[in-house]
C-alpha cells in the first residue's frame, strides 16, 4: 500500500520537469534544428556558388574561336583550305622557316640599302653575344662588306634543301645568283652550310619584339660546293 503511494507520488514529482523539458524541445529544439539545417544549406549554397564562379572563369579564358586558313592563288582563287592547328617553337617547320629566312637575309645583297640594312639587323637578332654565330658574322662582314657589294651589283639567295643532323643542327643547301647593276647574270652558285641553333624564352618585351620566336643561331660554317 505504502509502495503504490510512493509511486503515485514521485510520478506526481516529476511530471512537471517532463512536461516542462518536453515543451523546451518542441519550441526550442525545433528552433535550434532548423538553424542547424539553414546553416548547412548556406554552406553548400557558398560551395556551390564557387564551383560555378570557377567555372565560368574556365570558359571566360578559354577560346572558343577556331582559326580557319584559306590558301589562295596569285589570281585570289581558293586553293587549300582547312583549321588552323596549334604548333609550337620547336615545330621543325617553324625552325625550317626560321633557317631559311637567317640564309636568305645574311647572304643575299640588295641594290636598296634600307632593305639591306634592315635585314642585316634581323640576322643579328638572331645571334646572341658572345656567341661563335655572332663573331662568324663580324668577320665575314667585315671581309665582305655589303653595303659595298651593293654598289656593285645584286645577290639573290634561294633555299634548296635544308636537313636536320642533330637535334640542335641543320644542314642547309642553297643557290646563289649574281648580276651587276647592268642585269647581266653569272652562273649560279651552290652554297652549303652546317647551322647550330638554340631556343631561349624572351626576358623582356624588348628582345621577344627583335626575336620573336626565341630561336637563336649558335653556330655557322657554310662553304661553297666545288
Not at 668577320?139 to 655589303?146: A, I, L, Q, S, V
Request: glycine fraction near 6%; hydrophobic fraction near 40%; charge should be neutral.
Amino acid at each position: 500500500m505504502s509502495t503504490k503511494t510512493n509511486n503515485k507520488s514521485n510520478s506526481g514529482l516529476y511530471a512537471p520537469y517532463i512536461a516542462a523539458r518536453s515543451e523546451w524541445d518542441e519550441r526550442y529544439g525545433s528552433l535550434i534544428t532548423r538553424a542547424r539545417n539553414w546553416r548547412w544549406a548556406f554552406v553548400l549554397a557558398m560551395c556551390l556558388g564557387c564551383l560555378q564562379t570557377l567555372v565560368l572563369l574556365e570558359e571566360m579564358h578559354r577560346s572558343h574561336v577556331v582559326p580557319f586558313v584559306v590558301a589562295v592563288d596569285h589570281l585570289g582563287h581558293a586553293i587549300g583550305q582547312g583549321a588552323a592547328t596549334e604548333t609550337t617553337v620547336t615545330d621543325s617547320r617553324m625552325i625550317h622557316a626560321q633557317l631559311q629566312q637567317f640564309v636568305e637575309y645574311s647572304r643575299s645583297i640588295s641594290s636598296d640599302q634600307w632593305l639591306l640594312k634592315s635585314r642585316l639587323e634581323s640576322v643579328f637578332n638572331q645571334t646572341q653575344v658572345p656567341s661563335q654565330a655572332n663573331g662568324f658574322l663580324v668577320d665575314f662582314y667585315r671581309k665582305e662588306d655589303p653595303f659595298s657589294m651593293s654598289h656593285l651589283g645584286t645577290i639573290q639567295v634561294e633555299v634548296k634543301n635544308i636537313n636536320q643532323i642533330t637535334p640542335t643542327s641543320y644542314e642547309v643547301s642553297w643557290v646563289e645568283q649574281k648580276r651587276d647593276n647592268m642585269g647581266g647574270a653569272t652562273p649560279p652558285e651552290e652554297w652549303k652550310g652546317i647551322f647550330a641553333l638554340t631556343v631561349l624564352t624572351a626576358k623582356d618585351d624588348a628582345s621577344a619584339a627583335r626575336n620573336p620566336l626565341g630561336i637563336f643561331i649558335t653556330s655557322i660554317s657554310w662553304s661553297k660546293v666545288l
